[in-house]
């Protein structure tokens, strides 16, 4: 049976001599591996369209042991990616990140547009990497199930003081009267720009101005909240803090 669907390809690694596995993120299906016959042959029509970081429509069909590409158009590919090392090695984080927060058969339409909207402003290069950085890790950490508690103190309901405090490990806010140990200093510029990140229109939420001090903090802040909740090793994140 044939399956169309439109989908970014974020994973792929070579399969015997001329083969290759892709892995898809697709609003109706979540994750779809399936592989690409005959890849490494340069006459065949489906090579651009299921490269790394390619968005495509594909018709796949399902064998007895998984899904095969039997088509592929290339809707966008990205190519500007590769002008720019650090902005290709911050997409490279970003869809490792989706392959690690994602799941096989549940849909992830919003996942797949923050993911396409963060590639194309990485192409265009005029929007500051760290935001762009930070507005992906948030926001996918909270559509994958780790929203964090920015409503108000987790201890005494304060919505808001001067300076706040965020606690990696619980997922919460304190107030300036509420510190507890360990937790890390929030300006409340930083968590007002949090509670957006969070809250707002995907369509809109990377359409925010910050501060660089405050841009450094909120870096520091939704980096670390992401290594405290991926199971695995981001081997792509260390690439990308090792060339900048």
């Not at 490494?40 to 899904?67: D, H, Q």
């Not at 058969?105 to 290069?125: F, M, S, V």
């Amino acid at each position: 049976m044939q399956t169309k669907t439109q989908g970014l390809v974020i994973r792929e690694q070579t399969v015997g001599e001329s083969d290759r596995l892709v892995t898809l993120l697709t609003a109706d299906y979540g994750l779809v591996k399936a592989f690409v016959r005959r890849a490494k042959n340069i006459k065949s029509n489906n090579v651009s369209a299921t490269s790394l970081f390619a968005y495509s429509e594909f018709t796949l069909y399902r064998s007895r042991e998984a899904y095969v590409v039997d088509n592929a158009v290339a809707n966008e590919v990205f190519f500007d990616l590769r002008k720019d090392i650090n902005a290709l090695s911050l997409a490279q984080y970003f869809v490792q990140l989706a392959y690690f927060l994602c799941a096989e058969e549940q849909p992830a339409p919003d996942t797949l547009r923050l993911l396409l909207n963060a590639l194309h402003l990485l192409c265009k290069g005029k929007k500051n990497h760290k935001l762009i950085k930070s507005v992906v890790e948030l926001r996918m950490l909270a559509l994958g199930g780790y929203m964090p508690n920015l409503l108000a103190c987790y201890r005494c309901g304060t919505y808001e003081s001067e300076v706040m405090y965020f606690d990696v490990q619980e997922g919460c806010i304190y107030c300036k009267d509420c510190f507890r140990n360990n937790a890390l200093t929030a300006p409340l510029g930083v968590i007002t720009a949090m509670r957006y990140i969070c809250l707002s229109d995907l369509g809109k939420v990377f359409s925010f101005n910050i501060g660089e001090e405050n841009m450094n903090i909120l870096s520091d802040i939704t980096e670390k909240y992401t290594l405290s909740r991926i199971d695995g090793r981001l081997t792509t994140l260390d690439f990308y803090k090792a060339i900048i």
